[in-house]
């Protein structure tokens, strides 16, 4: 018993799946990376703010230190008497301190917030990054070996009718 040939006529359909595939891929891929970039930007940017603010609070730790040493010193200096400026100056000071611990413990809370809440969908955005490169891709090349191998198949089916009738039209099969 001979085996039944496949009818493929034309592989038009999956040539078209096909280019549609590669469309698809190549605009999923910069928005990907878009994706991951903005995730990125926002990690450094909270990043530079915690330190941003760490560093204001040493400073600003600094500056009230300074400012109730010379209140101290003008409190024990014979010479004169404690002027408001120095406990204007400690109380400016205080204030300032108070704002910059109050703005570091916030951007603490928006990185932990941020991390907790982003690093899942990070991952995510990941892997459909990965897939859209490496498992598309390879669709986009298999899909191109199966034309390649149904022309090949289809290609002596279509000598033998050519051959088979010479001088009359070949009709398409339907």
Known sequence: MKPERA????????????A???VYRDKVKPL???????????RE????RRRFWEFE???RKRKLDDARQALFGAK?????EVKTA????????EKALEEAEAKFAVIRRWGSAFEQQAGPLVKQVEQLRTASVTTLTRAEQYLGRIVE?????????????TKSTPGEPVQPSS
């Open 20 to 22: 549609r595939l590669i």
């Open 45 to 48: 940017w909270l990043l530079d």
């Open 86 to 93: 120095e406990q204007q100056a400690v109380h400016h000071a």
């Open 149 to 161: 191998a149904l022309d090949q198949y289809a290609l002596p089916a279509a000598q033998a009718e």
């Open 76 to 80: 024990f200096s014979t010479l004169r």
């Open 32 to 42: 990907l990376a878009d994706a991951a970039d903005e995730v990125s930007r926002t």
């Open 57 to 59: 609070v040493r400073r």
């Open 7 to 18: 009818n493929v006529s034309s592989t038009e359909a999956i040539e078209r799946f096909r």
